[in-house]
Nanobody, 121 residues
Framework: QVQLVESGGGLVQPGGSLRLSCAAS????????MGWYRQTPGKQRELVAS???????NYADSVKGRFTISRDNAKNTVYLQMNSLKPEDTAVYYC???????????????WGQGTQVTVSS
């Protein structure tokens, strides 16, 4: 059973910073892309940033220059450093990992449970 466990959300003032973490645990063979998405009520979940196992990162235009995604492959963990936060960054943030449970299986998407980020004075 694969689990993605997120941490690091909370309440922060505009201009502040937060760091989200997401660790993959359980039995799996390999991880490809890991990423962060966010969702607000009544809107579709949107990509914030993604990072493949090898290659360049990808960011939504709205967070470029403010957010940084990174990963520690030895710990099966992905991070999202969020700086200069704005009220419009308020959302539930979800971690996603594309991984193979076993050597012969196809790549599958796994999601974390979500962590709330609220930017407000």
């Amino acid at each position: 059973q694969v689990q993605l466990v997120e941490s690091g959300g909370g309440l922060v003032q505009p201009g502040g910073s937060l760091r989200l973490s997401c660790a993959a645990s359980g039995r799996f063979f390999s991880i490809n892309t890991m990423g962060w998405y966010r969702q607000t009520p009544g809107k579709q979940r949107e990509l914030v940033a993604s990072i493949p196992s090898g290659g360049s990162t990808n960011y939504a235009d709205s967070v470029k220059g403010r957010f940084t995604i990174s990963r520690d492959n030895a710990k099966n963990t992905v991070y999202l450093q969020m700086n200069s936060l704005k009220p419009e960054d308020t959302a539930v943030y979800y971690c996603k990992a594309v991984l193979r449970p076993s050597p012969g299986s196809s790549w599958r998407d796994y999601w974390g449970q979500g962590t709330q980020v609220t930017v407000s004075s």
